[in-house]
Antibody
Framework: QITLKESGPTLVKPTQTLTLTCTFS??????????VGWIRQPPGKALEWLAL???????RYSPSLKSRLTITKDTSKNQVVLTVTNMDPVDTATYYC????????????????WGQGTLVTVSS | AIQLTQSPSSLSASVGDRVTIACRAS??????LAWYQQKPGKAPKLLIY???SLESGVPSRFSGSGSGTDFTLTISSLQPEDFATYSC?????????FGGGTKVEIK
């Protein structure tokens, strides 16, 4: 059974850097084709893809946020970390991490399953 | 970047109704589309991938169709547990993108 859980601060101040950790079980990020993605959802709004990292350390970012995002993995700890610099109130959202599987060793790019999410509020 | 437009943004339906939700891509994405269901306060759940492949464990009343730019999610007979928000996601190319969501409410 694959599970993921996000952790990090629930409140950050404007201009601060947000660091979120996704701790997972039930799969390995050293398995060919596997990936982990981050998605966020402002209250009452749509889902927005942020970044993803694959087993081979290939990293992809949303162009609109690329300058502020960094995604890394620690395979030995079964963790993926996302940092977001220069936080602003518009970044207030629930942040999700999610597993991306493989089909016959070919990476997929849909998300299944998702972590429970963590609400991050940006306010002074 | 590929934009996904869902319609309608919300709908009211009764238990037993057939419900259809549309997702239109701003350019062709072959069959690289997934559908998710999200209930209030919960994470999204994958229903459909590759436009029409039903995720394991998802009831057969859910189905997906389409290719290119126009896609549809159909619930053949709406059940009480299906009242939720449904979102599409394209994975044809980066950046990945989601539709705006369709909220299915009780009539």
């Amino acid at each position: 059974q694959i599970t993921l859980k996000e952790s990090g601060p629930t409140l950050v101040k404007p201009t601060q850097t947000l660091t979120l950790t996704c701790t997972f079980s039930g799969f390995s990020l050293s398995t060919t084709g596997v990936g982990v993605g981050w998605i966020r959802q402002p209250p009452g709004k749509a889902l927005e893809w942020l970044a993803l990292i694959y087993w081979d350390d290939d990293k992809r970012y949303s162009p609109s946020l690329k300058s502020r995002l960094t995604i890394t993995k620690d395979t030995s700890k079964n963790q993926v970390v996302l940092t977001v610099t220069n936080m602003d109130p518009v970044d207030t959202a629930t942040y999700y991490c999610a597993h991306m599987g493989e089909q016959q060793l070919v990476p997929t790019a849909w998300f299944d399953p998702w972590g429970q999410g963590t609400l991050v509020t940006v306010s002074s | 970047a590929i934009q996904l437009t869902q319609s309608p943004s919300s709908l009211s339906a009764s238990v037993g109704d057939r419900v259809t939700i549309a997702c239109r891509a701003s350019q062709g994405i072959s069959s690289a589309l997934a559908w998710y269901q999200q209930k209030p306060g919960k994470a999204p759940k994958l229903l459909i991938y590759d436009a029409s492949s039903l995720e394991s464990g998802v009831p057969s009343r859910f189905s997906g169709s389409g290719s290119g730019t126009d896609f549809t999610l159909t619930i053949s007979s709406l059940q009480p547990e299906d009242f939720a928000t449904y979102s599409c996601q394209q994975f044809n190319s980066f950046p990945l993108s989601f539709g705006g969501g369709t909220k299915v409410e009780i009539k």
